[in-house]
């Protein structure tokens, strides 16, 4: 199948990507030309495992493309893919102009019958418009489907190809069996193809991140709990987790969700309700007890400091908002140390991958260093915003002898109070006894 793909951020490009490895001719559209020119010579613009190795080999083979004109690239395809960010505005709105706005140059370059496909995640009644848009732009008959993604950045590539379900949200027979086709290698195992309404597909997207959310911010009070009662958050996840109405995941303490997804897509959803007269508390609740989660722990680390804090050299380990990503949009990491260096800390920051990031958006003001134990040396203190893998056994003797003070803030819990305490170390961490 030809297939177009608009907007080759986190998400266009995995799909794209996915798509032409399955053998698919994919053309995939950013008008960012920076970016296009990177991806023309297989250097992804972001840190996806496995996604570089994909992307090189499917541009040998001739099946994967990279432009920066939509015209010529939606003249010779039947699927049209829309995946442009719809970030969420002061308002809340869903920011869905970058859909609209690729809908009327997807409208006015096509040259036949298309199916429009709307990946990007959009509030309800957006596919509706979508089909006016087109119909405005174009004399060509065309279909508009709703396929939301449930990629986790960091586990993206496996999630596209090997994927919990597929939903679909469209009304035609025909396109319907032309989506099903499309997805059929990746459903192998056995998921479902699960085909409904526009409407209720667009819905499922938020449905799916209120549910998440809501599981990590009860997770969190329930943390608090536990640490003034003197019991262990990690011991009571475990107690819950083999409840099968509950299930494992999701149901880590720490810094609170971030990321481009949850945060906006929860804003999405109290919006929608508000412009319908509906109760919204417990969506406004998940969203209050998450925006002070960082604040909470950024209060204790200061209070630790004092009226000292603006002496201080402070190692932050990890900055992207989850492991194996470099993506820093809504990074809880970051707001901590925002914090830190308003009230006088001096950071010195280490991410596996997210460093070129970070030097964009702090340039000089903080340190970013190409190692972990680098950024120990000579630090009054540790916190650890991130739970890659290689922060998971380090070396305590050698941490305890690069620090100056031996305090470690854990706002993932990678670490066992007794043994942090055994090694000396001032410890704390979320929902457990400090030590
Ligand atoms: N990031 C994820 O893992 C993920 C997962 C599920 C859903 N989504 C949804 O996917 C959508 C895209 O998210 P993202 O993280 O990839 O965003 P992103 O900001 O990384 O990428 C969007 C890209 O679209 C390009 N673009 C915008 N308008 C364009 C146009 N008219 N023509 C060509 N290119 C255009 C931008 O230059 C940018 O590169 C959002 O709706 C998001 O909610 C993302």
Redesign the pocket.
Known sequence: MKITI???????L?VGTCLAENGHQVVC????VA?IDLLRQGLPP?HEPGLEELVVRNIEEERLHFTAE?GPAVEDCLLVML????PADAEGEAGVR?VY??AR?VAAAMTGYRIIVN????PIGTAEKLKAILGEGTRHAFDVVVN??????GA?INDFMAPDRIVIGCDDVRVREIMKELYSPFLRTGRPFLNMSARSAEMT?YATNAMLAVRISLMNQLADLCEAYGADIGEVREGIASDERIGPTFLFPGLGYGG??LP??LAVCIRLAEEKGLDHDLLDAIRDVNDRRQDQFLARILAHYGDTINTKRIALWGASFKPRTD?LRGAPGLRIADGLREAGARLRVYDPVAGPKLRERYGDTIDIVPKYYAALEDADGLVIATEWNEFRRPDYERMGQLMREKTIFDGRNLYTPGVMREHGFKYVSIGRPEV
């Open positions: 608009v907007g080759t951020g986190y998400q266009g995995v559209v950013d008008r960012d970016r972001i939509l995946c442009v960010g719809t970058a706005d690729a140059e990946k990007s995640t959009c939301p993604d449930f990629l986790k950045e993206a997207k481009l997804g906006k897509d993506d």
